[in-house]
C-alpha cells in the first residue's frame, strides 16, 4: 500500500518544481532580439563570405564576420536603432541606418555590396 504522506511530498516537490521553471523562462523574455541577414554583391547576387559586419547603436556596438554563404546572426541585441555597415576587400563599404530590434524578435537584414571600381579581385 502506497503511503499517503509520501505522495503528498512527492507532489509538492514537483509543482514547487515546476513553479520555479516556470518563473525563470518568464524572467529571460522580453530583454533582447536578434539579427540576422546575408552580405551578397550587387551585381551578381553572390553571397559575400568573410564580410565584416558591424551593427551599433548608442547603446552597444557588434562586429561579426559573413560565413561562406554570407550569412551572419548576431544575438542578444538591446531594443534599439541600429546601423549596420558592411565591408569587404575589393568591395565598396556601405553602411545603412534606421535598422528596428524589438525583444523577442529576429529581423532580417540583407545588404549588397558593389564591387570596388579600384578592385582586382
Known amino acids: 500500500m502506497t503511503n499517503p504522506l509520501s ?3 512527492t507532489l509538492s516537490v514537483l ?3 515546476a513553479a520555479f521553471i516556470g518563473q525563470a523562462s518568464w524572467a529571460l523574455a522580453g530583454t533582447s532580439g536578434n539579427i540576422r541577414g546575408v552580405v551578397s554583391d550587387a551585381s551578381t547576387g553572390a553571397p559575400i563570405a568573410g564580410a565584416k559586419v558591424q551593427i551599433a547603436s ?3 556596438s557588434i562586429t561579426t564576420t559573413t560565413d561562406a ?3 551572419f ?3 542578444y541585441l538591446q531594443p ?3 546601423t549596420m555597415t ?3 576587400a575589393g568591395y565598396d563599404s556601405r553602411s545603412v541606418s534606421g535598422y528596428s530590434v524589438q525583444a523577442d524578435q529576429t529581423q532580417v537584414f540583407d ?3 558593389s564591387p570596388s571600381a579600384t578592385s582586382s579581385r
Open 58 to 60: 548608442p547603446s552597444q
Open 69 to 71: 554563404h554570407g550569412q
Open 80 to 82: 534599439d536603432d541600429y
Open 7 to 9: 505522495l503528498r511530498r
Open 111 to 113: 545588404m549588397q555590396l
Open 15 to 17: 509543482a514547487l518544481l
Open 73 to 75: 546572426t548576431v544575438f
Open 86 to 88: 558592411a565591408e569587404k
